[in-house]
């Protein structure tokens, strides 16, 4: 059995409690808003890969806090490339501090923003799960 494709994103809270959310640009999730974070690369860790990715999507510098929950997902639900439709994800989640709050936003995601956790209830979000994950942390 395959070993399922591991990813990692982050829950990027500044002073203000606002997070850190960017608009997917990928074909599956295109326009929907998500965590930022991504595949982990050969030889990654995951808590290296969750820095990376939060820097090319969101173009902010973290520090990571802790892990907030890690699971198996089928890579229908998970929403990513075409060629995860047939794997099972695992998706590991992460606390994380900005070390600097200057949101840039990376060239494969339509936008990147801080929001509120009232915005966060009107927005189109990639997975049903995340957004009772968001209101709680």
Not at 3 to 29: C, D, M, S, Y
Not at 32 to 44: F, I, M, Q, S
Not at 72 to 82: A, F, K
Not at 118 to 123: G, Q, R, T
């Amino acid at each position: 059995m395959d070993e399922p494709v591991k990813t990692a994103f982050v829950v990027v809270k500044n002073l203000n409690g606002r997070i850190a959310l960017i608009q997917e640009g990928g074909q599956q999730a295109r326009g929907l808003w998500c965590l930022p974070g991504g595949h982990v690369d050969k030889g990654e860790t995951v808590e290296h890969a969750a820095i990376r990715e939060v820097k090319e999507e969101a173009g902010l510098d973290v520090a990571i806090n802790k892990s907030i929950t890690s699971m198996i997902v089928d890579g229908l639900s998970y929403r990513g490339d075409i060629s995860d439709n047939d794997r099972k994800i695992e998706v590991n989640i992460f606390a994380a501090a900005p070390v600097d709050e200057t949101a840039g936003h990376g060239i494969e995601e339509l936008d990147a923003r801080w929001c509120t956790k009232d915005e966060i209830k009107a927005l189109d979000l990639r997975w049903a799960f995340l957004k009772d994950l968001l209101l709680t942390v």
